[in-house]
């Protein structure tokens, strides 16, 4: 059974960091390709970044120079670093899996529950 599990949402201030986590088990995580996505509330989810291996990665416009995805295949685990956080960014997070790296939400086979990011004063 493929398992994705995110951790580190939370509260954070305007400008503020958090990092993400997302642990991978049941498939073979180093030739997958991991992404992350998000969804706020009345929206449809959307990308945020993407990655196959630590050269091959690709972000969101709106995220550009702010989020940093990277991943350890050692530990199975994903990770989104973002930095300067704005209200707009504030969304259920989700990490998912699949064979091909793409920001089209339909090719991805396996998503984790969400963690939520909250940007607030």
């Known amino acids: 059974e493929v398992r994705l599990m995110e951790s580190g949402g939370g509260l954070v201030q305007p400008g503020g960091s958090l990092r993400l986590s997302c642990a991978a088990s049941?498939?073979?995580?180093?030739?997958?390709?991991m992404g992350w996505f998000r969804q706020a509330p009345g929206k449809e989810r959307e990308e945020v970044a993407v990655i196959y291996t630590g050269d091959m990665s690709y972000y969101a416009d709106s995220v550009k120079g702010r989020f940093t995805i990277s991943r350890d295949n050692a530990k199975s685990t994903l990770y989104l670093q973002m930095n300067s956080l704005t209200p707009e960014d504030t969304a259920m997070y989700y990490c998912a899996a699949g064979p091909e790296l793409t920001f089209r939400l339909e090719k991805w086979e396996y998503w984790g529950q969400g963690t939520q990011v909250t940007v607030s004063s």
């Open positions: 049941g498939y073979t995580y180093s030739s997958n390709c």
